[in-house]
């Protein structure tokens, strides 16, 4: 038996997304852990991928992208956020967003670099950044309210401070950044050199008449931000994993240095697919309002219950505060909820370095109206 070379990611397990899916497998149990819709895309769509893939469209697409894709990419991002990128120098088309976050971190950050991100954090950043030698320096943003102190934010950066990393929305709190969280956020960063790398893959949806604003639309961040958005997310297919980084084009010509050699390039009928699809905006511009519907069906259903609902101004998510139920940490409380109840969540937990226990876990509402009705009715029961 050859001697193991020591782990990159010794600390690293399973994510907790494919254990929880598991757990919820094994229990039969309504899975509102992972974040997908069990619900079929758009017929439309399917016709398109249909159409390509029997056209012949099935070999390499360009390293970049397919230009029809990329161009309809500039256009909504111009639409939604007045921000202009270069189709064919600054959009690169990615294996979904996870892909995305580590190329662009994999591009930019070296041994010793600092990463700042802030908790409850997507669970890719840390060990990506780890894994290229780079020191994660995070923020906790605490329940209820996940809000930001710029003043501790300030207090991280120092001249080894290479990218920040930002979701917004935030998954899993359903947070969204305010026009003065960014104005902070730019007045941080202002006569430095450091990168920004936003994770907007929830960007479409956003609730009650708020407005994502994205990096994109603030000329003083947009040159140094990688911007990484997911069609997984929009348009109900995550098993696709496709999605997409724009950057000015000194920072694209880095990213796709390192994106040649991880992927090359994205599949292409799908690519296709995707920028006929795209052409009608009804497809995207109305995401927010159909989750809406969503969450305010789930939380009238959890109204009476003990749970407390925290605020959720985006992604498909709701946090539930489960201390007037028990006081078993949240990973207890998620797999008993599994294993008796029958629901799959996700523990807040998960999300922080220190395993910060506020007795908050996730519920996916991108479900079926028929899912969520049993969702309900079973954690009514507690
Ligand atoms: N983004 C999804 C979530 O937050 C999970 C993606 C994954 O399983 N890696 O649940």
Redesign the pocket.
């Known amino acids: 038996m050859i001697q193991l070379p020591l782990s990159k990611l010794s600390n690293v397990g399973t994510?907790i997304?494919?254990q929880m899916?598991q757990l919820a497998n094994e229990n039969e149990a309504i899975n509102l852990?992972?974040?997908?819709p069990d619900f079929m895309p758009d017929p439309e769509l399917l016709d398109h991928v249909d159409y390509f893939i029997k056209k012949g469209f099935n070999q390499y697409a360009p390293m970049g992208g397919m230009i029809t894709l990329k161009e309809e990419i500039a256009r909504k991002i111009e639409n939604s956020h007045q921000a202009i990128y270069h189709p064919d120098s600054e959009i690169t088309v990615t294996a979904g967003g996870?892909q995305a976050i580590f190329t662009a971190v994999a591009t930019f950050v070296k041994k010793d670099d600092e990463v700042i991100i802030f908790e409850p954090a997507?669970?890719?950043y840390e060990p990506t950044v780890e894994l290229f030698g780079g020191v994660v320096k995070r923020f906790e943003m605490k329940a209820p309210d996940y809000a930001i102190d710029w003043t501790a934010v300030r207090n991280l950066v120092s001249d080894k401070t290479k990218m920040i990393i930002l979701n917004n929305p935030n998954?899993?709190s359903g947070k969204i950044l305010t026009a003065q969280d960014i104005q902070e956020l730019i007045a941080i960063v202002k006569g430095t050199s450091i990168l920004i790398l936003s994770d907007e893959?929830y960007e479409n949806i956003v609730f009650d008449g708020k407005q994502h604003l994205s990096l994109a639309k603030y000329p003083e961040l947009k040159e140094r931000t990688l911007l990484v958005a997911s069609f997984g997310k929009l348009f109900h297919v995550?098993g696709w994993k496709i999605g997409y980084c724009a950057a000015p084009k000194a920072l694209t010509d880095e990213f796709r240095k390192i994106h040649q050699f991880n992927v090359f390039s994205v599949n292409t009928p799908i690519q296709l697919a995707l920028a006929a699809y795209m052409k009608n905006e009804a497809h995207y511009n109305n995401l927010g309002q159909f989750f809406q519907e969503k969450r305010d069906f789930l939380r009238k259903g959890l109204a009476g219950t003990s749970f407390e609902l925290l605020d959720c101004e985006g992604t498909y998510?709701q946090a539930l505060k489960y201390d007037k139920i028990s006081d078993k940490n949240d990973f207890d409380f998620a797999s008993e909820l599994t294993i008796t109840h029958k629901v799959a969540s996700?523990p807040f937990s998960s999300f922080y370095k220190n395993k910060r226990n506020d007795h908050v876990i996730r519920l996916?509402f991108a479900k079926k109206q028929e899912t969520l009705e049993k969702a309900i009715e079973n954690l009514s029961r507690l």
């Open positions: 994510t997304f494919s899916t852990s992972q974040g997908f996870t997507y669970d890719c998954n899993p893959v995550t998510f996700v996916c």
